[in-house]
C-alpha cells in the first residue's frame, strides 16, 4: 500500500474546515486545469462537484493533487492565519472601516482588524493609517485613499504585500522603502491600495513594527 504523505502531512491543520474562499481557490485551479487541457470537461465537472462537497482541507487536498501548480498557490489551502503568523483572523469582521479628516487629523493604528475594504478620505487634513499592529479579516484588503490638498499615510510592516495602483494629478501617489520580493510567491496578507491624490499626497511604505514607546509619525504629503 503506498503511503499518503499528504494526509500524514500537517494532519491537526488538514482536519480544519475549509471555508467557500478555500473551495473557490481550488475550483479556480481546477477551471485553468481545464482551460490548459490538463484536465477534460468531465473531469473538471466531476472534481468541481468533490469541491463543493468538501468539508475539511483533508477532503480538498486529493482534487488537485495531480496537477501542477500555475500560480504559486498552495496545491492544498492551508489556513491562511496559520501561513501568515496569525495576520488573517479569517470571518471575524474589521475594526474600523473608514477615515476621514476634513481641515483635521483621522488616524487608524493599534491593535485593529482591517476590514477587506478600507477607505480613507483627507481634505485640508491628513490621516496615517499604520497596519504595524494589525491584523485583517481577509487574505487580501483593498484600501481606497483619497487625498484632496491633504496628506494621507499608510504604513504596512514586514510580512504584508503591497500593490500600489492610485493615480496622482497635481499631487503624489507614491510608494516607497518597499523590499524586494514584497510580492513574493510566500503566503502573506496582500494589501492593495488605489484612489487618487489631487493636490496632496498619499505615501506607502513598509516600516519595522512598532517599538513599545514610539510615537505616531508625521504626514509625509
Keep these: 500500500m503506498v503511503k499518503d504523505e499528504t494526509a500524514d502531512e500537517r494532519p491537526a491543520e488538514l482536519d480544519l474546515r475549509a471555508s467557500d474562499i478555500d473551495r473557490e481557490r481550488v475550483a479556480e485551479q481546477l477551471r485553468g486545469a481545464a482551460g490548459l487541457g490538463r484536465i477534460s470537461l ?80 483627507a481634505f485640508w487634513g491628513g490621516s496615517v493609517i499604520d497596519l504595524r499592529d494589525a491584523r485583517f479579516e481577509d487574505g487580501r484588503t483593498v484600501i481606497t485613499a483619497a487625498a484632496i490638498m491633504g496628506g494621507v499615510q499608510i504604513l504596512a510592516p514586514e510580512g504584508v504585500h503591497v500593490r500600489v495602483t492610485g493615480l496622482g494629478i497635481m499631487g503624489g501617489f507614491t510608494e516607497g522603502n518597499m523590499p524586494d520580493g514584497r510580492m513574493s510567491d510566500a503566503p502573506a496578507p496582500v494589501v492593495e491600495v488605489k484612489g487618487l491624490a489631487f493636490w496632496g499626497g498619499v505615501h506607502v511604505k513598509h516600516v519595522k513594527r512598532k517599538s513599545k514607546n514610539e510615537k505616531q509619525p508625521e504626514i509625509e504629503a
Design 42 to 121: 468531465d473531469e473538471l465537472e466531476e472534481r468541481l462537484d468533490a469541491v463543493y462537497q468538501a468539508k475539511t482541507y483533508r477532503e480538498l487536498a486529493p482534487i488537485t493533487r495531480d496537477l501542477p501548480i500555475e500560480d504559486g498557490s498552495p496545491r492544498i489551502p492551508a489556513p491562511v492565519g496559520r501561513l501568515t503568523g496569525a495576520l488573517v483572523v479569517g470571518e471575524q469582521p474589521g475594526t474600523r472601516s473608514t477615515a476621514i479628516a476634513i481641515m483635521s487629523g483621522a488616524n487608524r493604528g493599534g491593535h485593529w482588524i482591517v476590514p477587506k475594504r478600507f477607505r480613507v478620505f
